[in-house]
Each structure stands twice: as structure tokens, then as C-alpha cells.
């Protein structure tokens, strides 16, 4: 009696089991691909990026770069159509080469040299070569009901407010946050470490690239992020813009972006603080600007 008891509770278990993962499949058939998955890791906020861009339509520009660049967000930006494939502990050769790979291009790609140092993550750029992205196997219930009500509870402010509460940002004073400690610790590091091998790699890499973008039409330039002052005169940083401004020496692919330095905080003397990122954006828009004005029309 007991034995038909368990064996009849281990088939009622297994046929719910069975009903549950056949609910999950045919629910990630309909909505897996559309409703984006929290991120729990660096690496998934990465493929949430990526999988943006290569599943919704191609933006009008696109940012690519490091955790430097990473800073920069999208809603800071006043032009529409801007994505931010910057990849926190990555290179902008990866961002590049994805963007590169794609069937259509953005009409600008803007390209952060601060760190070429790391090499291209060659995993991350087949997945999402060709139009292709990571897929979602099978709908994850507990996730994506938390992905659903973020997208309900936070849905992104309209654009009009958004740029009022920046209005609001730039109008306060500095911050005053000590950062002495870490701005130390990366100044020594930055003095010890010697980027000249791999950024000379990663720098003919993207020569290639950029010639590939603008002979399919795309404007591409380059951009240095401010780091600290005490930053920019360590080894690494001097040693890198003497490498980028070997290979591109002239000025149409360098896009001089100045923000008002003084004004210019970082948490750690590498990363823009929020305030100091949202000149950063306005810097560019306004050296993009003063291209867009300088270029005849065609």
C-alpha cells in the first residue's frame, strides 16, 4: 500500500514537472526573446547590451570602448538612436568588430582609446556576429516574472524629464568626495604597467576595422575620455595616445571632445563620476556637432 502510495506521488510529480518545463518552452517560443532577462553578472549585463543591439534596429550611433566609456550612458545623451556597446573589463576592438560584422551599420561609430591594452573577446564577437545573439533555451519563471515587473515599475523616463533632472545634476556644485586612496593606487598601477605590445596589436586591429566602416559608409572617430590629471601623465595613458596618435595621426578621425576639466570629478581617477559623465556627453555632442556643421553636405 505504501510503495503504490510513493510510486503514484513520483508520477504526479514527474507529470507536473513534465507541464511545467512544456508551459516554459512554449512561453520562451512566444516571449523569450522579447522580454529581457534581469542581469545577475558583469558578463550578463554585456550579453543584455549586445543583445540589444543586434536584435533591435540599427541605431543611428554607437558608442564602443571600455568601462572607461562604459560611464557614458545612453540617456545622457540628447541625439536619439545612441547605443553603448562599451564593455565593463573589455576592449573596443570587440565592440567594434561585432558592430563591423552586422548586415547594416550605424551612421557613427565613436570609439574610446583610453584602454587598448586588453585583447578582443573572441567569444563575445562570434555570438554576435552576423545578426545572430545569445538565446534564451528555455523561459526562466522566477526571472522573468521579475524582469516583467521592472519593466512595469521602471519604465524609462520620457525625454523631457530625463533632461530636465540632468538640467538639475549640472547645476550642483562638484562633488567633494576623497578619492585620494584609489586615485593613488591607480596611478602606481598605471606607472607599472607597460601597454606597448598589446596596444600596438589591438591598435592595427582597429585600423582594419575602421577601414572596413567607412568603406561601408559609417563615420568613425576617436575619442580619449579625461581621466584624473595625475592619471593622464602615468606611463600607461602617455604610452597609449603616443601608440593611437602614431597610427592615426591626422585629425579626421580624432573627435577633441572638451568638457569643462576643472569641473570634472572621478570616483577613483579613472571612472567619471555621474555629473562628470553627463559633460562628457555633451562635450561630444557638441565636437559632433561642430563636424556635422564643418562637413559639406553631399
Known amino acids: 500500500m505504501r510503495q503504490d502510495s510513493a510510486h503514484f506521488w513520483m508520477i504526479k510529480c514527474a507529470c507536473v514537472a513534465a507541464a511545467l518545463l512544456l508551459a516554459c518552452g512554449l512561453a520562451t517560443a512566444r516571449f523569450g526573446s522579447a522580454l529581457q532577462q534581469p542581469a545577475v553578472t558583469t558578463r550578463d549585463g554585456s550579453l543584455i547590451t549586445l543583445n540589444r543591439y543586434v536584435r533591435e534596429p540599427t541605431p543611428d550611433m554607437v558608442l ?104 538639475r545634476l549640472l547645476s550642483r556644485s562638484p562633488a567633494t568626495f576623497d578619492n585620494r586612496v584609489y586615485l593613488d593606487r591607480a596611478v602606481d598601477q598605471m606607472n607599472g604597467d607597460d601597454p606597448t605590445v598589446p596596444t600596438r596589436a589591438n591598435v592595427a586591429l582597429l585600423r582594419t576595422l575602421i577601414d572596413e566602416v567607412q568603406r561601408r559608409g559609417t563615420r568613425a572617430f576617436l575619442i580619449h575620455v579625461p581621466f584624473a590629471p595625475e592619471v593622464e601623465d602615468s606611463r600607461f595613458v602617455r604610452t597609449t595616445k603616443e601608440i593611437v596618435h602614431e597610427a592615426f595621426p591626422g585629425p579626421a578621425l580624432r573627435l577633441t571632445v572638451n568638457p569643462p576639466t576643472r569641473e570634472l570629478r572621478w570616483d577613483d581617477g579613472i571612472h567619471l563620476d555621474e555629473r562628470s559623465a553627463l559633460m562628457v556627453v555633451r562635450a561630444i555632442e557638441s565636437a559632433l556637432a561642430g563636424r556635422a556643421a564643418a562637413t559639406p553636405p553631399r
Not at 521602471?154 to 523631457?160: G, I, K, M, N, T
Open 64 to 167: 564602443v570602448g571600455s568601462s572607461v566609456a562604459w560611464r557614458l550612458k545612453e540617456e545622457y545623451f540628447s541625439l536619439p538612436g545612441v547605443r553603448n556597446l562599451a564593455l565593463a573589463g573589455g576592449s573596443p576592438v570587440t565592440g567594434l568588430e561585432i558592430v563591423a560584422r552586422q548586415a547594416r551599420l550605424p551612421k557613427v561609430v565613436l570609439i574610446e582609446t583610453n584602454v587598448l591594452s586588453r585583447a578582443p573577446d573572441s567569444a563575445l564577437i562570434e555570438t554576435f556576429s552576423n545578426g545572430a545573439g545569445a538565446q534564451t533555451q528555455l523561459l526562466r519563471p522566477v526571472r522573468t516574472a521579475i524582469a516583467a515587473y521592472e519593466s512595469w515599475s521602471h519604465a524609462a523616463p520620457s525625454r523631457e524629464h530625463a533632461r530636465a533632472e540632468q538640467d
